[in-house]
């Protein structure tokens, strides 16, 4: 079984600029999150999809990052403008459904702004 | 406000020997509790959960604990391998919250030969 793919798996950027990053999760996972990570901490939930519909985004900085699923399987999670403190690794995670507690993760994208 | 906390960064075993992490949190209102291990340069995986119904689960070498009067619960890893090594998380979860996941902020396993 293939597990959640995400890319790049890094990237540098300057602030201000924009970034998007990928996933595809699990075939057949109806839910699927968007964490970050920073350094020396434990994934943040920045959003979670129950199909292409949004359940939870409280913690989206929403001036700034935006994600969509287009279909219900593949995302995109888009920063703009980077800000330095958006350095971080983000994780994308995928679930049967809402109420299942296993998660799988992807690799994660490592981004840098500078 | 951390509702999860893992108050040791790191923690060094012996090889062979339990190595016992340690997860503590403030919300009663979690009803489910997971560990997951991370290598470097992966995301995480799972490893074990509990359900806040029960006080003990194990699989294999892993058992879990949960302490509901203390909110505590722990990892124990009995024999510890070489390939335990690895960043281990807690994270806990509440039906009234959408079954979001907090996590902790993870304890750094290292096992010595």
């Known amino acids: 079984e293939a597990g959640v793919a995400q890319s790049p798996r890094y990237k540098i950027i300057e602030k201000r600029q924009s970034v998007a990053f990928w996933c595809n999760p699990i075939s057949g996972h109806a839910t699927l999150y968007w964490y970050q990570q920073i350094l020396g901490q434990g994934p943040k939930l920045l959003i979670q999809f129950q199909n292409n519909g949004v359940v939870d985004d409280s913690q989206l900085p929403k001036d700034r990052f935006s994600a969509e699923r287009l279909k219900g399987v593949d995302s995109t999670l888009k920063i703009q403008p980077a800000k330095l403190e958006d350095s971080a690794v983000y994780l994308c995670a995928s679930s049967l459904d809402r109420v299942s507690t296993e998660a799988f993760f992807g690799q994660g994208t490592r981004l840098t702004v500078v | 406000d951390q509702q999860v906390k893992q108050n040791s960064p790191s923690l060094s075993v012996q090889e062979g020997r339990i190595s016992i992490l340690n997860c503590d949190y403030t919300n009663s209102m979690f009803d489910y509790f997971l560990w997951y291990k991370k290598y470097p340069a992966e995301g995480p995986t799972f490893l074990i959960s509990?359900?806040?119904i029960k006080d003990k689960n194990e699989d294999g070498r892993f058992t879990v604990f949960l302490n509901k009067s203390a909110k505590h619960l722990s990892l124990h890893i009995v024999p510890s391998q070489p390939g335990d090594s690895a960043v281990y998380f807690c994270?806990?979860?509440?039906?009234?919250?959408?079954?979001?996941?907090?996590w902790g902020a993870g304890t750094k396993l290292i096992i010595k030969p």
């Open positions: 509990i359900s806040s």
């Open positions: 994270a806990a979860s509440e039906k009234g919250n959408n079954y979001q996941l907090i």
